[in-house]
């Protein structure tokens, strides 16, 4: 991944997922394993690393960087995908859109990996 696409696709869709957690936390609190205590500040935390993992992917000087926070942040993010699967009444809509990202963590991680590594 020698071309910053991948970096920058990755800063994309961290960015703006970041935002999102910052400007609408609700749409994300229910995520939250409640084991890990109050949602709004896990919510907001992982909103701030997010976009923090964006702007580290969207400089050169930073991408190596970027690459390792974004793949650690596509990990620490499965235990919450998973957390959804306890609480959505087993409809099947819900568990189609909870299985397909559940199983985007792993193409995620290794595009996060190859930017760190490629930087």
């Known amino acids: 991944m020698r071309k910053p696409a991948g970096a920058m696709w990755l800063a994309a869709l961290l960015g ?7 400007v609408r936390p609700r749409t994300y609190e229910w995520l939250v394993p409640p084991e890990l205590g109050d949602a709004r500040t896990w919510v907001t935390a992982t909103g701030v690393a997010e976009v923090g993992a964006a702007a580290l992917l969207a400089a050169p000087l930073s991408r190596r960087a970027g690459g390792w926070a974004a793949a650690g942040l ?19 809509d819900l ?9 985007l963590q792993m193409p ?4 996060a990996l190859a930017v760190a590594r490629a930087s």
């Open 95 to 103: 568990l189609a859109v909870a299985a397909v990202r559940l199983v």
């Open 74 to 92: 596509f990990v620490v993010f499965v235990p919450a995908h998973l957390h959804t699967f306890r609480v959505i009444d087993r409809r099947p």
């Open 16 to 22: 703006g997922s970041g935002v999102l957690h910052l």
């Open 108 to 111: 995620l991680i290794r595009t």
